[in-house]
């Protein structure tokens, strides 16, 4: 696959943003490596199929499709690149997750490869085959270019063989590499290889009696009956444990870049130098923070705590999930319901910026990362935030209703003009229902900020039907500015004729008309609503209706 450029080449070189970062030490370590600038670039992403498909897995895929855009255009498009999406399904089941339904079917696999446990949910032939095709419909759905692969089928087609008799070849090796990481019972049981019991289909973890590299072959003892068995280490007989399996994958199907949790760190470390022993060569990559739930407390699939990729898509694009996965990689940070509001306008933000931008800025700017370096003209004129707090005053719970003050504060606009804004007014709704409305807390006013509200709806009784945002923005200062309690002599260039306004008066207006800490812009509202609307809004805020309603 190949990308034309966007820039010139000159900007190219001053390129700041982390995937060129990326890229270019991905170029470094194939300069060093033998064959390293004929090669197909092999770039991986790896996911455990033990539970329900996360934001964090769908994170790693957009995170290394943009580092593989990145060495693209880096190199001109000449170098042909794949992206293999990996999902470890020969695992052995450990444990049921919590947030699936029948627990007991699951129960009665344990320690079953995962595409031999049952589907829980009753669609697939597997548990696996469920995760799998849930993870790769949202994949699909967003356009990635990658290719599947599944664990199962690579060891069982013999894709692995040759690089699993290595590994048998260089089994004392390994065992050097690993053991001193491990405590005393660990140890004693642990080998590179799980066989798959023919007896019973679990994964067993036992130490292996005999090797016999020449034949293929490793000997254990059955935990069930004491009775010896022989058992070829090809044709999907066995598994690798994690880490020694993740070396596997790296050395047979070449991989160049991984990333990887900063949780794994240790994991790339120990791997990375069993492939070596196998005669192979790491990738590179990056380990990137941990996402966290509303708690502080990581994401977990087993737990289902966070969010999932459905949840974000129900109230924001998928371009503002990309967006932030695309900040700040390697800081931790909360994935819940509330970081969704300002996702989606910094994306319009950046958005608007990128025609205003040169070449260097253009590359540097998350959205030509998000959008493969064709980002869509930037044609949405309210915010968000401002389409919130427009459903808070106006009770919308539908899209049409939110339609209706659009149209009038943008003329020549309409969900077929512009679908974006569409779908931002569907989103407003269905977040403002769920998450906005059963928090909202109105207060009363008292007499100073009932004094203050009745003098801002007769400024604004006075002001023009089609005065800007700019000039209601301005009445609502000039108001704030004539009560003491929200003059501020310290604001910049305040004097005490014109005094500034301090934020108290803002948080009044938010806290009486919205019911909310925090808000939008009011002179932009008060466009957006409507001023007889909003002296409306004014009015039942002030005879106690608002507070009544909650």
């Avoid at 991905?26 to 300069?31: M, T, Y």
């Avoid at 009932?450 to 039907?465: E, F, H, M, V, Y």
Wanted: aromatic content about 10%; hydrophobic content about 40%; charged content about 25%.
């Amino acid at each position: 696959m190949s990308s034309p450029l966007p820039a010139p080449t000159s900007a190219l070189a001053d390129a700041k943003a982390w995937p060129f970062e990326e890229a270019r030490r991905l170029i470094k370590r194939l300069e060093k490596i033998k064959d390293g600038e004929e090669k197909a670039v092999i770039f991986e992403t790896g996911y455990g199929p033990s539970g329900l498909p996360h934001i964090g897995t769908f994170g790693e895929v957009a995170r290394t499709s943009m580092v593989r855009h990145a060495f693209e255009l880096l190199t001109e498009g000449k170098r042909p690149t794949r992206l293999i999406c990996f999902s470890d399904d020969m695992d052995g089941l450990r444990k049921v997750p919590s947030n699936v339904p029948n627990q007991e079917l699951l129960h009665a696999s344990l320690e079953k490869p995962l595409t031999n446990v049952p589907d829980p949910f009753g669609k697939f032939e597997s548990f696996a085959h469920h995760n799998n095709a849930m993870l790769r419909d949202f994949l699909d759905r967003f356009g990635f270019s990658y290719e599947f692969m599944s664990a199962t089928e690579a060891y069982k087609s013999g894709r692995f063989d040759e690089t699993l008799l290595k590994m048998l070849h260089a089994y004392d090796k390994v065992m050097e590499i690993i053991l001193p990481t491990l405590g005393p019972e660990r140890r004693a049981t642990y080998s590179p290889f799980l066989p798959i019991s023919p007896r019973t289909g679990k994964v067993l973890q036992v130490p292996m009696v005999e090797r016999h590299p020449r034949k293929g072959t490793i000997v254990y003892i059955d935990p069930d009956t004491g009775e010896k068995v022989e058992t070829a280490v090809t044709g999907g007989a066995v598994k690798c444990q994690w880490k020694a399996d993740w070396a596997l994958r790296w050395t047979a199907l070449g991989v160049d870049y991984e990333m990887a949790g900063k949780d794994l760190i240790d994991s790339v470390l120990l791997s990375s130098r069993i492939c070596k022993a196998l005669g192979g060569t790491p990738p590179e990559g990056f380990n990137y923070e941990l996402f966290l739930d509303d708690r502080g407390e990581k994401i977990s699939k087993s737990k289902g705590n966070g969010l999932t990729i459905d949840e974000w898509l129900k109230y924001a694009s998928p371009e503002s999930l990309a967006l932030f996965m695309f900040q700040k990689p390697k800081t931790a940070k909360r994935l819940y319901f509330d970081v969704i509001p300002r996702a989606v306008d910094e994306y319009l933000q950046l958005l608007s910026a990128y025609g205003r931008q040169d070449d260097k800025g253009k590359l540097d700017n998350a959205v030509w990362h998000i959008h493969d370096g064709n980002p869509p003209p930037a044609n949405v004129p309210i915010t968000f935030a401002l389409l919130l707090n427009l459903v808070a005053a106006s009770n919308a719970d539908d899209k049409e209703v939110l339609w209706g003050f659009i149209r009038r504060h943008v003329k020549g606009v309409s969900p077929e003009t512009h679908p974006l804004l569409d779908e931002m007014a569907g989103y407003a709704v269905r977040y403002y229902a769920d998450f906005v409305k059963p928090r909202k807390k109105y207060r009363p006013a008292d007499d100073v900020e009932t004094a203050a509200l009745r003098k801002l709806s007769d400024t604004l009784a006075a002001a023009s039907p089609n005065a800007t945002a700019e000039e209601l923005q301005g009445l609502v200062y000039d108001v704030g500015r004539s009560v003491p309690r929200y003059q501020d002599l310290n604001a910049k260039g305040a004097t005490p004729e014109r005094p500034g306004v301090s934020n108290a008066w803002f948080n009044a207006i938010y806290e009486v008309l919205l019911g909310e800490e925090k808000g939008p812009r009011f002179g932009s509202f008060i466009e957006l609503y409507g001023i007889n609307e909003t002296r409306a809004l004014i009015d039942r805020a002030l005879a106690g209706e608002l507070t009544k309603a909650t």
